[in-house]
């Protein structure tokens, strides 16, 4: 890639996260989570040791920060839960990353990807409720101009 290419790739990607929303944020420490561990992957098979250590090194502070942005005050219990996950998720990138080993790596990565997929649920859920929430508002709102009006009956979404 050549130094233009370079630049304008960095700038679209500083864009990308300067403009996400916190939940696109996490989704970005996923997939470059499970991109760079992947990479690791294919490294570690193909005896790149350097290129192994820095990319499981990548994974492992992306890991650290997701246990690190945990919001205990929101739920503890589950914050828990998650920390002592990214925490064991950690450990193998350590030990695949120490001992040039794949397993403890696919592991990690095992780990990475279902809670990414759990990730992705709950952002469809939200975004579900979100939309339901915004369709009752504006039928509130439309009600109360059809009272403002003197129409007597309301109309509802549930039918």
């Not at 960095?10 to 996923?30: C, D, F, G, R």
């Not at 570690?44 to 990319?55: F, Q, R």
């Not at 193998?92 to 790596?105: C, F, H, K, Q």
């Amino acid at each position: 890639m050549d130094n233009q290419t370079s630049t304008t790739s960095n700038q679209y990607l500083k864009t990308k996260v300067m403009t996400a929303s916190p939940e696109e944020l996490q989704m970005m420490l996923y997939d470059g989570a499970i991109r760079f561990a992947q990479q690791a992957r294919q490294s570690i098979v193909d005896k790149e040791i350097e290129n192994s250590y820095k990319l499981l090194t990548k994974t492992q502070k992306i890991v650290l920060e997701l246990s690190n942005s945990m919001r205990d005050e929101i739920s503890p219990e589950t914050c828990a839960q998650m920390r002592a996950l990214y925490l064991y998720c950690y450990e193998r990138l350590v030990t695949a990353n120490m001992s040039r080993d794949i397993e403890p790596l696919d592991e990690a990565i095992k780990i990475l990807i279902h809670i990414r997929e759990t990730w992705c649920m709950l952002m469809d859920k939200l975004k579900e409720e979100r939309g339901q929430e915004q369709e009752n508002l504006a039928m509130s709102q439309f009600n109360s101009e059809l009272a403002a009006m003197g129409v007597g009956s309301s109309f509802s979404c549930d039918g």
